[in-house]
């Protein structure tokens, strides 16, 4: 069924009775072209551009809950391009494009909302790094302002601006940055690529990879039995160790709690994202009032979907630092998402080292913006054997060669990424 | 979650930093030009980047730095953050202290 205002209408007169299925719920098949490891927002994307832009239908999502169990209902929403390193500028901005006309493209409201991201900053030693991310920006044709603090001031009258420690001089603006609505991410996805002919297998775990006589990956064994693909594409951030290691492959990832807050809802008050440069804190407002925001890593190894006091208190005093006044907004609820942190902070699309499996992995905790650049690039790279131009650097290899994209200089430190 | 540790007793998390696994070694070859530089760009790519990353029992390294200021080496479930147990690491400043009868 085709959404627009008729549709709408229609079903209004009738009562709402007449909706069907957004997709398809159609059993396995016994092969597919392509099989995709993972029914989040990476995967669903990758299986819709795969359908859509290279014209490859036969494929099967497996996901082993309900689709967008994981990490994409664990976020923040918050989409952006404001990135200084190549590799990761033009990959960032090409997300941004496709979240622009997102909503056209899979005739579905996903509440792209581009209301701005501010990155303040608190010394000088900030505002240069910030400035030259910005010039970086620009030159790639990314919209970006640098402001002071009385510009910043004008946008966000509320902000602390007379901390002792972290005094807000500035910071860096990208307009066209934003929100989107992470369900409905999914759901356009899913939809979209069910009507391209993907079939999307919800409660279908995999248990192990089916290889032939020269190591080939042929397919996978999953709790729904044994499903034979051309090629198999991994898009389960979070868990891409534990598949890999099915396949008897080491990665360079660490898996990692992040965890994200909603406070109760109150009236408009923050108009876009805004981002604490000297702690780690960044906050939103949800169309429903609730503030969303987040902070760092608890810090340690963890597949528990759950984290701890000291980090909820951290992220709390960031908050706190720029905004006293949300000390009197009670916090509703809380949750931990398991994030793939990958050594240089980057993520991993590429072919694996084993034939016929496929990596996209390492998307630490930046995987939600990514989302739509990461279906094409990793649809691009299932359906030619070749790298996206756009994803040249994403390469698995780069550790060895020294060619780390390490947007935040910090090694080869997962938990500092 | 609570770290009991050896020296301290038990404490919140937020007084210890984490380093991460504790079973990576570092490579260790004669520098006597023999060894083939393959090797040892394997074993150190191995080092510095690849981790098992287990959902499970991992030995891992802590940092008491709200305490003892201890290395510590916990085994810990990734899974359920449960600590199975939490000693000295071995060669650390308390752990040779203790075994000297300090």
């Given at each position: 069924m085709k959404y627009s205002i008729f549709s709408l209408a229609r079903a209004a007169l009738s009562g709402h009775k007449g909706w069907t299925r957004a997709w398809r719920d159609p059993a396995p098949k016994s092969r597919y072209d392509v099989v995709i490891i993972g029914g989040g927002g990476h995967g669903l994307a990758t299986a819709y551009f795969l359908a859509h832009e290279y014209g490859i239908r036969n494929v099967a999502v497996l996901e082993k809950g309900w689709i967008g169990s994981g990490n994409a209902g664990r976020n923040t929403t918050i989409i952006r391009s404001n990135y200084g390193l190549p590799g990761n500028t033009g990959f960032y901005e090409l997300s941004m494009k496709l979240w622009e006309r997102m909503e056209q493209d899979l005739n579905y409201n996903t509440m792209v909302s581009q209301?701005?991201?501010?990155?303040?900053?608190?010394?000088?030693?900030?505002?240069?790094?910030?400035?030259?991310?910005?010039?970086?920006?620009?030159?790639?044709?990314?919209?970006?302002?640098?402001?002071?603090?009385?510009?910043?001031?004008?946008?966000?009258?509320?902000?602390?601006?007379?901390?002792?420690?972290?005094?807000?001089?500035?910071?860096?603006?990208?307009?066209?940055?934003?929100?989107?609505?992470?369900?409905?991410?999914?759901?356009?996805?899913?939809?979209?690529?069910?009507?391209?002919?993907?079939?999307?297998?919800?409660?279908?775990?995999?248990?192990?990879?089916?290889?032939d006589a020269n190591g080939k990956?042929?397919?996978?064994?999953?709790?729904?039995?044994?499903?034979?693909?051309?090629?198999?594409?991994?898009?389960?951030?979070?868990?891409?160790?534990r598949v890999a290691a099915?396949?008897?492959?080491?990665?360079?990832?660490?898996?990692?709690?992040?965890?994200?807050?909603?406070?109760?809802?109150?009236?408009?008050?923050?108009?876009?994202?805004?981002?604490?440069?000297?702690?780690?804190?960044?906050?939103?407002?949800?169309?429903?009032?609730?503030?969303?925001?987040?902070?760092?890593?608890?810090?340690?190894?963890?597949?528990?979907?759950?984290?701890?006091?000291?980090?909820?208190?951290?992220?709390?005093?960031?908050?706190?630092?720029?905004?006293?006044?949300?000390?009197?907004?009670?916090?509703?609820?809380?949750?931990?998402g398991i994030m793939d942190m990958s050594m240089d902070g980057s993520p991993i699309i590429d072919k694996s080292p084993i034939d016929g499996l496929y990596l996209n992995a390492g998307w630490c905790y930046g995987g939600f913006k990514a989302t739509p650049a990461s279906g094409l690039v990793f649809a691009h790279l299932l359906a030619r054997d070749e790298a996206h131009p756009e994803a040249a650097l994403f390469?698995?290899?780069?550790?060895?060669?020294?060619?780390?994209?390490?947007?935040?200089g910090q090694g080869a430190q997962p938990n500092l990424h | 979650m609570r770290i009991a540790c050896p020296f301290c007793g038990e404490r919140e998390n937020g007084e210890f930093t984490y380093l991460g696994d504790a079973s990576p070694e570092r490579p260790n070859f004669a520098?006597?030009?023999?060894?083939?530089?393959?090797?040892?760009?394997d074993a150190f790519y191995d080092y510095v980047y690849l981790r098992d990353n287990v959902a499970g029992v991992m030995r891992e390294y802590w940092y008491h730095g709200g305490g003892c200021r201890s290395w510590l080496v916990a085994e810990r479930n990734t899974v359920t953050h449960e600590f199975i147990s939490v000693t000295a690491a071995p060669g650390a400043g308390a752990a040779s202290a203790v075994r000297a009868g300090e």
């Open positions: 209301r701005g991201i501010i990155n303040l900053y608190h010394s000088d030693a900030q505002r240069d790094a910030f400035a030259r991310r910005g010039n970086t920006m620009r030159i790639n044709g990314i919209d970006a302002e640098l402001l002071n603090a009385v510009q910043i001031r004008k946008e966000l009258p509320f902000l602390n601006y007379d901390n002792a420690r972290f005094p807000i001089m500035g910071g860096l603006l990208q307009r066209r940055a934003g929100t989107a609505r992470h369900d409905a991410v999914i759901w356009g996805y899913a939809r979209a690529a069910s009507e391209g002919g993907v079939d999307i297998i919800q409660n279908c775990e995999v248990t192990g990879f089916v290889r990956v042929t397919g996978v064994e999953t709790t729904r039995g044994r499903i034979g693909a051309g090629k198999v594409g991994m898009a389960v951030a979070g868990s891409s160790s099915m396949a008897g492959l080491r990665l360079p990832i660490e898996s990692h709690v992040l965890q994200a807050f909603v406070s109760e809802a109150i009236k408009p008050l923050i108009p876009g994202v805004i981002t604490f440069g000297a702690g780690h804190f960044y906050v939103s407002q949800s169309d429903k009032g609730g503030l969303v925001f987040g902070g760092d890593l608890d810090g340690y190894n963890s597949y528990a979907q759950r984290g701890n006091m000291p980090v909820m208190e951290d992220v709390c005093e960031g908050g706190m630092a720029i905004m006293p006044m949300i000390g009197r907004v009670r916090m509703l609820r809380q949750w931990g390469r698995l290899d780069r550790f060895r060669r020294g060619a780390m994209i390490d947007e935040k | 520098v006597d030009g023999r060894e083939s530089p393959d090797r040892v760009e």
